[in-house]
């Protein structure tokens, strides 16, 4: 069925380091990839996408890697900031399917001093 | 200088109770959504609407019916509430599928109580 899910429901990372959030997808059609960023009482925010024909993409202080051979999405922050605390969606869209996207189920990122 | 906004921000109403949330964006987009959040978290789209046409209705009772006035406006009305509406309501928009730019950009969320 349709689904994308995550690994760990729960990340504590400390001040400066590097983290990294895992996501597996489902459904082979999909041809893009997105990670948002949600803030407590916020909508989601964008922070960056990928499509199928690729398996890297940076931004700044984040990097996305998709891994189609095996279904896997991660998105990793460098230097991790307090301000990077929030929960973390990814989100696969199925081709054709009308820009419709599935969300997994989030990932709350703890930063700690 | 807001992109997506969602009015009102809370909700909260007796069961059986008809209520309207309204959504505007001022990114040019043609495409907007809504979609539902749950007490966990869980995010599903709803609706979606390209140029004030319906192209995506998920298994969503009939008690919703999304409206779009123009293409800067979706509004969902919620008929007969019951206590399982309770949940964030999110709007978004995008530009149409096909285009280079089709991320989805999300208002700030309707927070509905349902009592």
């Known amino acids: 069925g349709e689904s994308v899910g995550l690994h760990l429901p729960t990340l504590s990372v400390q001040e400066g380091d590097n983290s990294i959030i895992n996501c597996a997808y489902s459904?082979?059609?999909?041809?893009?990839f997105i990670w948002y960023k949600q803030e407590s009482g916020k909508g989601p925010q964008f922070i960056i996408d990928?499509?199928?024909?690729?398996d890297k993409r940076q931004g700044q202080r984040v990097t996305v890697l998709l891994n189609k051979t095996v279904k896997h999405l991660s998105l990793q922050i460098a230097a991790t900031q307090p301000g990077d605390s929030a929960v973390y969606f990814c989100a696969e869209r199925i081709s054709g399917g009308y820009n419709k996207l599935i969300f997994g189920a989030g990932t709350r990122l703890a930063v700690h001093p | 200088d807001t992109a997506v906004s969602q009015t009102p921000k809370y909700l909260v109403t007796q069961m059986g109770n008809d209520k309207s949330i309204k959504c505007e964006q001022n990114?040019?987009?043609?495409?907007m959504y809504w979609y539902k959040q749950d007490s966990k978290k869980f995010l599903k789209i709803m609706f979606s609407y390209n140029n004030k046409e319906l192209i995506i209705n998920e298994t969503v009772p009939n008690r919703f019916s999304p409206k779009s006035p123009d293409k800067a406006h979706l509004n969902l009305h919620i008929n007969s509430l019951e206590l399982g509406d309770s949940a964030v309501y999110f709007c978004a928009s995008s530009h149409p599928p096909g285009r280079l730019q089709e991320t989805q950009y999300f208002g700030p969320g309707t927070r509905l109580l349902v009592l």
């Open positions: 459904n082979s059609a999909s041809d893009y």
């Open positions: 990928i499509r199928s024909n690729m």
């Open positions: 990114l040019g987009h043609d495409t």
